[in-house]
């Protein structure tokens, strides 16, 4: 089992930026697939990005393509979420998740399909 912990959240100005980090310890990082979801308040869980265990393939929210990007550092155990061009309704807590994974190629959307979470770490966007 990995265990993950996210750093980096904070309070940003409507089309500012910000770096989340999760890093990951435990197990072996490279056999984990890695997702980003956030909730805002009153709000269900929402999948946000995802990158497969080679770091080659990427998958992204709608309602963020083209503003964040994901990506991962073998050697640092840590996973990336790039946030450019905030909006207010990016506010929420930001979580990542891994899933273990076999074979790259797939890619998971749903919060169901990851079998180990991080606390959390808040982004306030505001107006």
Not at 12 to 26: E, F, N, V
Not at 48 to 54: E, G, P, T, Y
Not at 74 to 96: I, R
Not at 108 to 123: F, M
């Amino acid at each position: 089992q990995v265990q993950l912990v996210e750093s980096g959240g904070g309070l940003a100005h409507a089309g500012g930026s910000l770096r989340l980090s999760c890093a990951a310890s435990g197990d072996t990082f490279s056999n984990y697939a890695m997702g980003w979801f956030r909730q805002a308040p009153g709000k269900e869980r929402e999948f946000v990005a995802f990158i497969d265990r080679s770091g080659r393939s990427t998958y992204y929210a709608d309602s963020v393509k083209g503003r964040f990007t994901i990506s991962r550092d073998t050697a640092k155990n840590t996973v990336y979420l790039q946030m450019n061009s905030l909006k207010s309704e990016d506010t929420g807590v930001y979580s990542c998740a891994a899933k273990y994974e076999l074979y790259a190629g797939n890619y998971y959307t749903w919060s169901e399909q990851y079998s180990n979470w991080g606390r959390g770490t808040q982004v306030t966007v505001s107006s």
